[in-house]
């Protein structure tokens, strides 16, 4: 009779973002784990196709634990970005306010950051908030860095491992790919992005359910070479973030998201409508815009939870599961505080987690010869350079 395989202490699911920063932080905190991803590649999800902002925290609410999060990744998250050579514009935001609405909007925001303990200013002449510590950086490098750090100090990653079954026994929860060996795990965390409610189904949790928010982006390319030196913010209302126009690593400049709640997990296509729905308000932000073309269009899907946002925890099915779901607006940005926050929540069962360890340092990062903002679009198969409208499949 084979003895059975080794226990490994963590398997995580899925290699978004989230996934990979929490590799990155077991590497470092002497934990032994492997990454499954479903995909050829990391971020080719929600956490390819977003808009690479980094957020301060200045507009979330103070107490979530979303905000928790961010503020907490704020601390960590600079040195490791730094060591690593992930590239970072260190821009800052502005909102300028055109109602009385908006302006009462602007002080409310005021305090909240004060409250978040995040520096902003008011400029005098038009009452705009100025937010020096927004940036923007490459989510598809900022994912691969964080994940390449961890194979670095010792962790694996394994691509076209799509999580298939969760079997819960006695001494470990095995876990089968539809393809590969099954493996043995004292611990497996759950950061399948739209799909983390499917994967937590298989071991019966049915606490909670993910739905995609489309996000839809246009691409420009200032004349003459021309860049656009800060992140434009709209003045937020209850819904949505709204459209916000910035300046990517390579140069250009975007302009989205919209906000578009679907059914359909794989409809990663732009509408023929997000055309006009983003053009007016970028071009009412930014008059720089007027009359470009733009030169792509990418979609992103937010994995949101229904009737829920950062779903962090053990499953109530199996201590051993943990789901870190419904990470919908801003997981790019929390990603290491969620790694920070999840890490403290293994030795409750049983393994043993050390302090964390400064980054392992890799190769640096490669230039990629197709931006991130077109990577996902062109593996998904929506046609890399297609304006909504134009050449879309249906
Ligand atoms: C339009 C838009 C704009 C955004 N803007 C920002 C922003 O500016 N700043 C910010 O901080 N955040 C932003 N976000 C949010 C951010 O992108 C997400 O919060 C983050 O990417 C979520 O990461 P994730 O790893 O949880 O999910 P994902 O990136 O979706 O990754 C989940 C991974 O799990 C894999 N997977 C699924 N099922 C399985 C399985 N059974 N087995 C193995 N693998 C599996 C998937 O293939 C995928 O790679 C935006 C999101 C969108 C869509």
């Not at 492997?34 to 690479?52: I, M, R, W, Y």
């Not at 420009?220 to 916000?244: C, H, M, N, S, Y």
């Not at 403290?344 to 049983?350: H, K, S, V």
């Amino acid at each position: 009779m084979n003895s059975p395989s080794p226990t490994l202490p963590v398997v995580v699911i899925g290699g978004g973002v989230v996934g990979s920063a929490l590799l990155y932080t077991l590497a470092h905190r002497g934990v032994d784990a492997v990454l499954l991803e479903a995909e050829s590649a990391l971020g080719l999800a929600a956490s390819g196709t977003n808009s690479g902002v980094l957020h301060t925290g200045f507009d979330s609410t103070p107490g979530e634990l979303e905000t928790e999060l961010i503020l907490r990744a704020a601390r960590i998250r600079p040195a490791i970005l730094d060591a690593l050579g992930v590239p970072v514009i260190h821009c800052g935001a502005e909102l300028v306010p055109h109602t009385d609405e908006d302006a009462e909007t602007v002080a409310a925001l005021t305090a909240g950051a004060t409250a978040n303990g995040v520096q902003v200013e008011i400029r005098e002449s038009d009452g705009a908030l100025l937010v020096p510590g927004e940036s923007v950086s490459d989510p598809v490098a900022f994912t691969a860095a964080l994940a390449a750090s961890a194979v670095a100090a010792g962790a694996r990653v394994e691509l076209d491992a799509r999580v298939a079954a969760l079997t819960p026994g006695e001494d470990a929860i095995v876990v089968e790919t539809t393809d590969g060996p099954s493996i043995r795990a004292a611990a497996v965390v759950n950061a399948a992005g739209l799909h983390a409610d499917d994967v937590a189904r298989l071991i019966g949790d049915d606490s909670f359910e993910i739905y995609p928010r489309k996000g839809e982006f246009f691409v420009f390319e200032l004349p003459d070479g021309a860049t656009l030196d800060r992140i434009i913010l709209p003045v937020p209302t209850k819904r949505t973030k709204g459209v916000l126009v910035f300046p990517t690593l390579d140069g250009r400049v975007i302009a989205g998201p919209t906000a578009v709640d679907l059914d359909d997990k794989d409809d990663w296509t732009v509408r023929a409508e997000a055309r006009d729905e983003i053009l007016a308000k970028a071009v009412a932000q930014f008059p720089a815009l007027d009359g470009l073309e733009p030169i792509a269009s990418y979609a992103g899907l937010r994995p949101a939870g229904r009737g829920s946002n950062y779903v962090i925890g053990s499953s109530e099915k199996d201590a051993r599961l943990i789901n870190v779901a419904a990470i919908r607006s801003t997981g790019l940005t929390a990603s290491l505080g969620i790694a920070d926050h999840v890490a403290e929540l293994l030795p409750a069962i049983g393994i043993e987690v050390g302090p964390l360890q400064p980054p392992t340092p890799t190769a640096p990062v490669p230039v990629a010869s197709t931006p991130w903002w077109r990577r996902t679009a062109e593996h998904r198969g929506v046609l890399p350079g297609a304006v909504a409208g134009e050449d879309q499949p249906s």
